[in-house]
């Protein structure tokens, strides 16, 4: 089936400008989790949604970042007035719930280049 | 969650068992032990993970010593397509739902 998708695959932008980063996660998964990894390190989580809800928005770095899920199942994470610092790739995972060591499942994710 | 500590890189024979250390020596009780994976370009893949037990599916098998500060990652016979970035992460089993990766160790299975 289906794996996580994530669009665009790159997006270059200039310093100041506004993105959006969308994914679309695996059909029928309650949870969705935004995590971003700079150039070797680890991914570094951001927020996750259990439905609708963000139920962990404690990885966000500061009130430029934000991220929906308005209907439980696409999730766009936003970011006003980029700054060179947020180039990183920018990952989306999803599992099945929230609840019990459910494994997540990644998809590509998005490169963000801010010059 | 408690920190993990990996060997940045390894090298490994095509063919051969490639067995990844992790040390994990300030793990709690109900934290489990859990491998996920990334190919160049990709998101990380899930592995395998376990509490105390050893345990082993279709892609690899987890070794836990009995007092749980560290873990080995066995992949029996490495082909190419297994040179990835390797996570070891010790993470709660209910009420903390996200993933802490460290840096990783870097596997390269040499042909």
């Known amino acids: 089936g289906a794996g996580v998708s994530q669009t665009p695959s790159n997006k270059v932008t200039e310093k100041g400008k506004y993105v959006e980063l969308r994914c679309d996660p695996i059909s029928g998964h309650t949870a969705l989790y935004w995590y971003r990894q700079s150039l070797g390190q680890g991914p570094e989580f951001l927020i996750y949604?259990?439905?609708?809800?963000?139920?962990?928005d404690s990885g966000l770095p500061n009130d430029r970042f934000f991220a929906v899920r308005p209907e439980g199942s696409v999730s766009t994470l936003k970011i006003q007035r980029t700054e060179r610092g947020d180039s990183a790739v920018y990952l989306c995972?999803?599992?099945?719930?929230?609840?019990?060591?459910?494994?997540?499942?990644f998809g590509p994710g998005t490169r963000l280049t801010v010059t | 969650d408690a920190k993990t500590t990996q060997p940045p890189s390894m090298d490994c024979a095509e063919g051969r068992a490639a067995n990844l250390p992790c040390n994990h020596s300030?793990?709690?009780?109900?934290?489990?032990v859990y491998w996920y994976r990334q190919i160049h370009s990709q998101g990380p893949q899930y592995i395998i993970h376990?509490?105390?037990n050893n345990e082993t599916n279709e892609m690899a098998s987890l070794i836990i010593t009995e007092d749980r500060k560290s873990s080995t990652l066995i992949l029996p016979h490495a082909t190419l397509r297994d040179t990835a970035v390797y996570y070891c992460?010790?993470?709660?089993?209910?009420?903390?739902?996200?993933?802490?990766f460290g840096t990783g160790t870097r596997l390269t299975i040499i042909p």
């Open positions: 300030t793990i709690s009780g109900n934290e489990y």
């Open positions: 995972a999803s599992s099945l719930s929230a609840a019990g060591l459910r494994e997540q499942y």
């Open positions: 376990g509490l105390k």
């Open positions: 992460i010790v993470r709660v089993d209910f009420g903390n739902e996200k993933l802490t």
């Open positions: 949604f259990q439905g609708t809800g963000a139920a962990d």
